[in-house]
Nanobody
């Protein structure tokens, strides 16, 4: 059974930093990443990373956020710096298993709130 468990969300002032972590279990994963959903908006890609460490970022977070992963520990992290109020959202860990192509797995979500 695949499980993704996030940690690290919280409240921070604009300009501050937070680090999100996600521990995955139950499979071997190729692409892992982070999405976010703000109130009244659709879920959007924040950053993804392949098992070979190729990364892709949303334009809105480039230069501020850094995604990394530890394949041995099956963890993916998101270091978020220079946070802005518009980064406020629920952040979801995402992964795809090598055994079930095309199937999306999601964590329960963690709230990130950035105050002005």
């Amino acid at each position: 059974q695949v499980q993704l468990v996030e940690s690290g969300g919280g409240l921070v002032q604009a300009g501050g930093s937070l680090r999100l972590s996600c521990a995955a279990s139950g499979s071997i994963f190729n692409t892992m990443g982070w999405y976010r959903q703000a109130p009244g908006k659709q879920r959007e890609l924040v950053a993804i990373i392949t098992s070979g460490s190729t990364t892709n970022y949303a334009d809105s977070v480039k230069g501020r956020f850094t995604i990394s992963r530890d394949n041995a520990r099956k963890t993916v992290s998101l270091q978020m710096n220079s946070l802005k109020p518009e980064d406020t959202a629920v952040y979801y860990c995402h992964a795809r298993s090598i055994y079930v192509p095309g199937r999306d797995y999601w964590g329960q979500g963690t709230q990130v709130t950035v105050s002005p």
